[in-house]
């Protein structure tokens, strides 16, 4: 069976991210992709708020520069999915893609969470044109235009509010009579002028053309009446989940769903565990936040091996 060190799941800022750590400290790390290849800042267009990139770049760009830097370290970075994990000894026992096992001293989990959407094929279609689930990444290109942001809960009030400071108006599309966000957040909502809240309100189809992308959104009251809203962004804010699935009933999670983490560190309710990124970050998912904790976990992960 083959034996290594350090063992980072994922691919994204924080997998990378701890791979150049863990590389560099001639730890001999293996990573596994998953099932996205360079995590969620591979179905972003641009990325002009990570540090570094005066000009921007784009999501999938700047993951292939984070891929290679690991690789200049020498990390050995595969494709494959861990389809089974044993953590109740060590060295842990894992299998990749159903078939090849390994046993693996130390364990980083970096598989991140991904955001929910509603299922509709025009909203699939128009990802990336026009949809998206991130509007700290993308709102800034809807400056001066209308959007709309689906769902009630902190996330949709604090991404319809920080669109509002950019866009021309916000359509917050609620299904329920009201918010399920925290009072102040509400507040926040209900204080800005450029914000209209839709109760009562579900997506029937998002709206657009190849040339311009998304155009609109037909929406349905529950009384059931249509209406047809003019925008050019249509971001969802309807949760996260974390993926966490191979991990369940061996790792602590909070109600949520993400791993628990100690204090400030990325050690999780395992000994030889660690997690960064958005597994363990239900608040800031950033690419800047989710590398910062690969470092931590890399450096946690180091310290663990050489006690
Ligand atoms: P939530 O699960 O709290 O809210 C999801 C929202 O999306 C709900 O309003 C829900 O409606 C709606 N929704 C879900 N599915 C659909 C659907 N298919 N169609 C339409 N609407 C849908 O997720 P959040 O991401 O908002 O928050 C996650 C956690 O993070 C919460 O604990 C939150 O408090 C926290 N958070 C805190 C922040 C802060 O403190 N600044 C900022 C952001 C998040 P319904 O109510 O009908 O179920």
């Given amino acids: 069976m083959e034996h290594v060190k350090v063992l980072i799941m994922g691919s994204g800022p924080a997998g990378y991210t701890a791979a150049i750590y863990t590389s560099r400290a001639n730890l001999n790390p293996v990573l596994y992709s998953g099932i996205e290849p360079g995590g969620q800042l591979t179905t972003t267009t641009e990325v002009e708020n990570f540090p570094g990139y005066p000009q921007g770049i784009s999501g999938p760009e700047m993951m292939e520069d984070i891929r290679k830097q690991a690789a200049r370290f020498g990390a050995d ?120 809240v839709l109760f009562e309100h579900n997506t029937v189809e998002v709206l657009g053309d190849d040339l311009h992308g998304v155009t609109g959104a037909l929406l349905r009251k529950t009384d059931g009446t249509e ?58 998912r950033q690419a800047i936040t989710a590398a910062g904790s690969g470092c931590i976990a890399a450096l946690d992960c180091e310290r663990f091996l050489h006690r």
Wanted: some cysteine; overall charge negative.
């Fill in 77 to 196: 970075m595969r494709k494959g999915i861990i389809t089974k994990i044993d953590l109740s000894k060590r060295p842990f026992h894992v299998v990749v893609d159903g078939e090849h096992e390994i046993e693996a001293e130390s364990l980083i989990v970096a598989t991140g969470a991904s955001a929910k959407y509603l299922g509709l094929p025009s909203e699939a279609k128009f990802r990336g044109q026009g949809v998206s689930a991130c509007a700290t990444c993308d709102g800034f290109f809807y400056r001066k235009k209308d959007v709309a942001v689906v769902g009630g809960g902190d996330t949709a009030c604090e991404e319809a509010t920080y669109l509002a400071s950019l866009c021309r108006k916000v359509y917050l599309i609620v299904r329920k009579p009201f918010l399920r966000a925290s009072k102040a957040m509400q507040e926040r909502v209900f204080n800005t002028e450029n914000i209209e």
């Fill in 227 to 284: 209406r047809t809203i003019e925008i050019s962004g249509f971001f969802l804010a309807i949760g996260h989940h974390p993926n966490v699935e191979v991990f369940e009933g061996q790792l602590e999670l909070d109600k949520e769903g993400y791993i628990v983490v100690e204090g400030g560190s990325s050690r999780t309710s395992v000994e030889g565990v660690f997690a960064a990124g958005d597994v363990k970050d239900p608040h800031y």
